[in-house]
């Protein structure tokens, strides 16, 4: 397998704001790129054959796809780099893949994440998937650094603006820093803590995200389920749709790239949402 030469080796470009969630048709992408967001992050643990893609591809002109994240436990690297480069080939410069070890807590053979990632990205150099086109999604110090040595940057999840900020220091300037934040369009505060407590009540339960909350500094009383109100608040946006634009555009003045959006609301009002922050976060 060969490397691509298709664009050069540069930080990736994909605008402001992008849509995260667990998938879009490519009516919707088709929408979501009318918007003038730059991108859409499929979340979860696809499988390695990443067959989705191209018809979102196929429906959009310049949009781009980008994944967050492939499992390296579920997903090994041979087929994804197959399937890199048959998108890549097709759609050059359009799809980005983001890669993660997942969570101690689902794997049984898990091994340290640095460990199990550097061996990962060594095997995507072998089969020629370029540094430039690769993401990590990366939390603490070391997998921070590793992602800006070894890939084009991070793609942290469920953090705040405090740890861009933070991640942007470390990694440095030239490296990619894509954040993903939550957002719930509703001024009510009591329905909007309920969603965003359904949605992060499995994430109370892992390591590496209590690590990260920990670090970002909140209590144990904090990060005890359902979550304090406190801790609610820093990791999901809402209010207005200005408010909750102002909280997503905080993650561009600490210094990210980019911020992938997840809209917690069901799948068929996804664009309607999207549209309504549109405006307010700037885009055409």
């Not at 990736?12 to 991108?39: C, H, M, N």
């Not at 796809?65 to 048959?86: D, Y």
Request: hydrophobic content about 40%.
């Amino acid at each position: 397998m060969t490397q691509t030469t298709t664009s050069q080796d540069t930080k990736p470009d994909l605008g402001r704001f992008g849509s995260f969630g667990r998938g879009v048709t490519p009516a919707q992408a088709r929408e979501i790129e009318a918007l003038g967001y730059g991108a859409v992050w499929v979340g979860g643990s696809p499988p390695a054959e990443l067959e989705w893609v191209e018809p979102i591809l196929e429906a959009t002109t310049t949009l781009q796809v980008a994944t967050g994240i492939v499992n390296t436990w579920t997903a090994a690297p041979g087929p994804v780099a197959e399937s890199f480069h048959r998108i890549e080939n097709a759609y050059p410069g359009r799809f980005l893949l983001g890669i993660g070890v997942g969570h101690r807590e689902a794997h049984t053979e898990y091994r340290k994440p640095l460990d199990a990632l550097t061996d990962y990205l060594d095997k995507l150099d072998e089969y020629g998937v370029p540094k430039h086109r690769r993401v990590v999604a990366a939390l603490g110090p070391k997998v921070l650094q590793l992602s800006a040595d070894r890939a084009a940057g991070a793609h942290p999840y469920l953090t705040t603006p405090e740890h861009t900020a933070q991640a942007r220091e470390l990694i440095g300037p030239e490296a990619f820093l894509a954040p993903e934040h939550k957002a719930v369009l509703t001024t009510d505060a009591d329905q909007a803590r309920a969603v965003g407590r359904k949605a992060l009540d499995i994430y109370l339960g892992l390591t590496n995200y209590r690590n990260n909350f920990t670090r970002l500094g909140f209590t144990d009383e904090d990060l005890t389920k359902p979550g304090s109100d406190r801790f609610i608040d820093a990791v999901v946006a809402y209010g207005t749709v200005d408010a909750v634009a102002a909280r997503l555009k905080q993650h561009l003045d600490a210094g990210a790239d980019h911020v992938p959006v997840q809209v917690l609301t069901s799948s068929d009002k996804l664009v309607p949402a999207l549209a309504e922050l549109a405006g307010p976060l700037g885009l055409a």
